[in-house]
């Protein structure tokens, strides 16, 4: 079988004001990337629009509807310092969540190994009443619980590799032993959370923070020591991989040195305890990743990770 890569060109039409590290760029850049010839045996689709009733799974009804209305029909709405709405970014958020939903079932059938969702905007630290750090809605919360709702899942681990710490995503799973989230993260940095401490009311999160010049050696030990270890022991039916790129060196948000061959190096590591227990279902869902040149290669060590290349 193969992998699927998902997006949307409505995903471009999500804008940030000049100079927003979060901009339409990262995901021409992935889309120039995946063009490469050694991409040539990915299935492709678009993304659908999330219903309604799968996202609020994890969002109340108001919730979304306040993001609808506050959507402007010109020029941008801010929700925060880092968060705003442009007139297209309601449909994109739409998207976003729905490229998670259609990867679950295309997975969950069958139809193939994984998938790499290559949406905006990212999802990770949308709370399930805020909209916070760039995010609207969870994209991977709300694969999550479609997974669990529809296909009777019983365990969903979270994987998440973003430089910044998935607060939103472990707000959400905090008390629901069905679900664990396992995180790598620079501390400290935005949003403050993601402490070792911070273990979930079921000992189901597991946290491994890194420190400010931390490269890929010391990322490799928190993945081999604390995340995979607990992963294993957990034994998922599904993963959803938080794939932000925003821990390689290049990235200006952050202070963390990985390499792409760390990625792929993580990808590959998570795929082989899948293989275990999960039957290889994986979807991956694209979270940070704000230098151009440095997100490219490191989503094309991730998806040649993901077709075992």
Known sequence: MTTLVLS???????????????????????????????FADLARDEAPLATVEAITRVHPPEFIERI???????????????TTLSPGSYEAALRAAG???FAVDEVMAGKVSNAFVATRPPGHHAETTTAMGFCLFNNAAIAARHARAVYGVERVAIVDFDVHHGNGTQDIFWSDPSVMYLSTHEMPLYPGTGAARETGAYDQVVNAPL???DGGDEFRQAFEQAI?????????????????????????????????ADFGWATREIMAIADQTAGGRI???????YDLEGLGRSVAAHVMALMRG
């Open 283 to 289: 979807v991956s869902m694209l979270e940070g990743g």
């Open 68 to 82: 609808e209305n506050a959507t402007p029909l010109v020029d941008f709405v801010h929700l925060d310092a880092d």
């Open 228 to 260: 995979l270890p607990r992963m294993r022991g957990f034994s998922p039916d599904l993963v959803i991989i938080s794939a932000g790129f925003d821990a390689h060196q290049r990235d200006p948000l952050a202070n963390l040195n990985l390499t792409e």
């Open 99 to 101: 490229g998670g939903v």
């Open 8 to 38: 949307h060109p409505k995903c471009l039409d999500h804008l940030t004001p000049y100079g927003h590290p979060e901009r339409p760029d990262r995901l021409r850049m992935i889309t120039h990337v995946l063009e490469h010839e050694r």
């Open 211 to 213: 420190s400010a010049g």
